[in-house]
């Protein structure tokens, strides 16, 4: 069955430092793969989206998400976290009709 | 921008009680989707609709039902709610066309609670 995983429940990072986010999926063939991010009662938003026209992808918000076939993994990233990055994130995947989510990684960024 | 919006932010209902949540999107999109969120199951799948008067089961519609009668309103139906559907509601909608195909844009969602 086609998943997505992402590595860690919840990640904590001082404001400032590196974010990484952990995102790995399941298929031979690479579906469409995206990032979003939930702020508190709240939807969800479109942070980025990987269509195979390039391996790294830029986002909003100074987010950016690698894709690495031979590891299956479309780990999000950004430099420097701000306060305001605080939020729970989720990686899908869209696997032709089937859109797959991730459980999810709450970010805290402590000042 | 794509403006998903939903009919209530917060409803309290009864058990029992037969519960309307819609959706509305502005942007001419054909795809439409109703999820729950629950904590540490994250978001999962109820209905959707890929046209009109056309709609497909997703992982949990046991005591779910939809109807989608215009492109742009997608309702999602509690014949008899129950405390377990206490949950959060989001509501997305997709493109088939390029270059937004498969990109979904949720609302607000709805938190519902049933008592």
């Known amino acids: 069955a086609q998943s997505v995983t992402q590595l860690g429940s919840h990640v904590s990072v001082s404001e400032g430092a590196l974010v990484l986010l952990r995102c790995n999926y399941s298929?031979?063939?690479?579906?469409?793969l995206f990032w979003y991010v939930q702020y508190p009662n709240q939807g969800l938003q479109l942070l980025l989206k990987y269509t195979s026209a390039a391996t790294l992808v830029k986002g909003i918000n100074g987010f950016e998400a690698e894709f690495k076939k031979s590891e299956t993994s479309f780990h999000l990233t950004k430099p420097s976290a701000h306060m305001s990055d605080a939020a729970e994130y989720f990686c899908a995947g869209s696997y032709g009709q089937n859109f797959v989510f991730g459980p999810g990684t709450r970010l805290s960024v402590l000042p | 921008d794509v403006k998903v919006t939903q009919s209530s932010r917060y409803l309290v209902k009864r058990t029992g009680e037969k519960v309307f949540l819609e959706c509305v999107q502005d942007m001419d999109h054909e795809n439409m989707f109703w999820y729950r969120q629950d904590p540490g199951l994250g978001l999962r799948l109820i209905y959707f609709?890929?046209?009109?008067?056309?709609?497909e089961k997703g992982d949990i519609p046991e005591g779910y039902s939809v109807s989608r009668e215009k492109k742009e309103r997608f309702s999602l139906i509690l014949e008899s709610a129950s405390t377990n559907q206490t949950s959060m509601y989001l509501c997305a909608s997709s493109s088939l066309l390029a270059p937004k195909v498969h990109e979904q844009y949720f609302g607000p969602g709805t938190r519902l609670t049933v008592t």
């Open positions: 609709s890929y046209d009109v008067k056309m709609k």
């Open positions: 298929s031979s063939v690479p579906p469409y």
